[in-house]
Structure formats: structure tokens, C-alpha cells
């Protein structure tokens, strides 16, 4: 059974908006810090952003400051990514992940995450 399950991606035009969610078990959910990263063809898996669990302290790689912003809900054992002013190179596939450590070692690093998600995909057209 899936303990990260993602959706909501999809096509999109430059400019829109997408909001992704990922539903988590709550055994996992309720001890661990949480992050999206994506991938896009024939790239490595990139960090997009994270929260932690403890304070819901946010963290955001360098190219979606301003335009996506995570969130949490401790109550539904969700994390949501919404995603403003797409643009055609944030095409990717998204994953969500979960540190059970909270980012004792920081968000970053994909090696920190002990579970992943299966993806969900947007794609932005020009």
C-alpha cells in the first residue's frame, strides 16, 4: 500500500496555476518533515521545497521563491504545493517525500527521505 500518494498535476499554459497535494499515512505523516522535488527529462531530481513538522518552517529552492508556496495539514495528514506564474521549465514530474527526522540533516538532500511518493506530472506549454 502507497504511504505517499500525490495528485493533482496536469497541463497547464505559462503563467496558470496548479495546487498538488500529497495524502500521507499519519503514522508517517505526523513524525516527519515534507518535501517536493521534481524531475524533469533527462535530469537529475531537483529539491523544490520543504516544511518541517515541528514549526512548519518553509523552505524553498532559489527559482519558485515568490511563485510556489508549501503548506501542511496536520489535521488531513496532507501537504500541498500550490504553484503560481508557471513556467514552461518547471515541467517535471513531482514528487512528494517524507523525513521521519524532521531535516535533522536539513530538507535538501533527497538521501534524508526515507519515503517518496509516485509522482504526479505538470506539464507547462509555452
Known amino acids: 500500500q502507497a504511504q505517499l500518494v500525490e495528485s493533482g498535476g496536469g497541463l497547464v499554459q505559462a503563467g496558470g496555476s496548479l495546487r498538488l497535494s500529497c495524502a500521507a499515512s499519519?503514522?508517517?505523516?505526523?513524525?516527519?518533515?515534507m518535501g517536493w522535488f521534481r524531475q524533469a527529462p533527462g535530469k537529475e531530481r531537483e529539491f523544490v521545497a520543504a516544511?518541517?513538522?515541528?514549526?512548519?518552517?518553509?523552505y524553498y529552492t532559489d527559482s519558485v521563491k515568490g511563485r510556489f508556496t508549501i503548506s501542511r495539514d496536520n489535521v488531513k495528514n496532507t501537504v500541498y504545493l500550490q504553484m503560481n506564474s508557471l513556467k514552461p521549465e518547471d515541467t517535471a514530474v513531482y514528487y512528494c517525500?517524507?523525513?521521519?527526522?524532521?531535516?535533522?540533516?536539513?530538507?535538501?538532500?533527497?538521501?534524508?527521505?526515507?519515503?517518496w511518493g509516485q509522482g504526479t506530472q505538470v506539464t507547462v506549454s509555452s
Open positions: 517525500a517524507a523525513d521521519p527526522e524532521d531535516f535533522s540533516w536539513g530538507p535538501i538532500d533527497k538521501s534524508v527521505y526515507d519515503y
Open positions: 516544511i518541517s513538522r515541528s514549526v512548519g518552517r518553509t
Open positions: 499519519g503514522y508517517i505523516f505526523s513524525r516527519s518533515g
